[in-house]
């Protein structure tokens, strides 16, 4: 590995989104890894069980106070989104408010009957807020195509225009990762919230759960 990648890998798992998407890496891959051993090597899916249990308890530590985000986004102006930014943060805020109440419940320091309950909840929330995030990407993504096909229309300086195209398109493929990741974690929420044989198979969540760690991982990268 060299030294410019490992300065990256470092500043990138000293935030706490990095370290959740390395976390959230581990609990899908060893949610697939039961799967897939389930039948062949009970032991090992036992392991790999664990592993997944063990994971997906320490990202709703590591998430401790995030609720806190969408707060203070709802406190300050909403912008150009209007009611669209409103729905997305509050819908965050729920969803990370009430999975401290999971964790709660699960580790024993609540009633074990609150964590489906307090699940069920967060991941309505979750739902909310993706639905409105990505609501709000696709509208940024059609207005940077646009502002792309005014550009190369014009004349002007090459230079300068090449600038402006470069970050119209960054800025594309950041909203379409995220984008990604939304419409995957929505599929994990929705396997909560309404269950069905599509949503809640391992394979579909194990997937979705890979798709949106490594998006976050894109995302999050050092540049």
């Not at 899916?45 to 998430?63: D, H, I, P, Q, Y």
């Not at 990370?96 to 967060?122: I, K, Y």
């Not at 800025?171 to 919230?193: F, K, P, S, Y």
Request: hydrophobic residues 45%.
């Amino acid at each position: 590995m060299s030294g410019d990648t490992l300065d990256k890998l470092v500043v990138f798992l000293a935030k706490r989104d990095g370290i959740d998407k390395l976390v959230k890496t581990y609990q899908y891959v060893s949610k697939l890894a039961h799967w897939a051993a389930e039948t062949s090597h009970p032991g090992f899916a036992g392991r790999a069980k664990s592993w997944e249990t063990a994971a997906g308890l320490s990202r709703k530590v590591f998430r401790s106070g995030r609720s806190l985000s969408g707060l203070n986004a709802l406190r300050r102006s909403p912008g150009e989104f209007g009611a669209l930014a409103v729905l997305a943060n509050a819908g965050e805020m729920v969803y990370f408010f009430f999975d401290h109440f999971t964790w709660l419940s699960r580790v024993g320091v609540l009633e074990p009957w609150l964590a489906r309950r307090a699940s069920f909840v967060s991941a309505f929330g979750e739902t909310i807020g993706y639905v409105f995030f990505i609501i709000m990407d696709v509208i940024m993504i059609r207005r940077g195509i646009r502002q792309e096909r005014k550009l190369l229309g014009e004349g002007g300086k090459e230079k300068e225009k090449e600038t402006e195209l470069s970050k119209i398109r960054m800025d594309r493929v950041m909203r379409l990762m995220g984008t990604a990741a939304n419409l995957a974690d929505l599929v994990i929420a929705i396997a909560d919230i309404e269950p069905n044989p599509f949503c809640n198979h391992a394979v579909t969540l194990g997937i979705s759960g890979l798709v949106s760690a490594w998006a976050g991982w894109y995302r999050n990268w050092p540049s």
